[in-house]
């Protein structure tokens, strides 16, 4: 099983950038699609966007192309989302998460990270 930790969340003025990390241990890192999470307060957990495997293909949520990027870096086990131009609507707790080959859905999850965005 993996286990997944992410960092790198803060507080930010609106139109800063972050860079978030996920760290993963215990499994094969290559093995699983990745995806990050986000949950703001009063409000449901949203998909933010997620990669591939392989890092080949890449998926976003309406509000985050152009703005943030997904990462991978097999060899470090980790994954990464690049933020720009980041508004206050984007603050949230990020998680990042893995799913076994063959699944749709994402079985394992980080503790997440704070992003504040002030305006």
């Known amino acids: 099983q993996v286990q997944l930790v992410e960092s790198g969340g803060g507080l930010v003025q609106a139109g800063g950038s972050l860079r978030l990390s996920c760290a993963a241990s215990g499994g094969t890192f290559s093995r699983y699609g990745m995806g990050w999470f986000r949950q703001a307060p009063g409000k449901e957990r949203e998909y933010v966007a997620e990669i591939t495997w392989s890092g080949t293909h890449t998926y976003y949520l309406d509000s985050a192309k152009g703005r943030f990027t997904i990462s991978r870096d097999n060899a470090k086990n980790t994954l990464y989302l690049e933020m720009n131009n980041l508004k206050p609507e984007d603050t949230a707790v990020y998680y990042c998460?893995?799913?076994?080959?063959?699944?749709?859905?994402?079985?394992?999850w980080g503790q997440g990270t704070q992003v504040t965005v002030s305006s």
């Open positions: 998460a893995a799913r076994d080959v063959g699944r749709y859905d994402y079985n394992y």
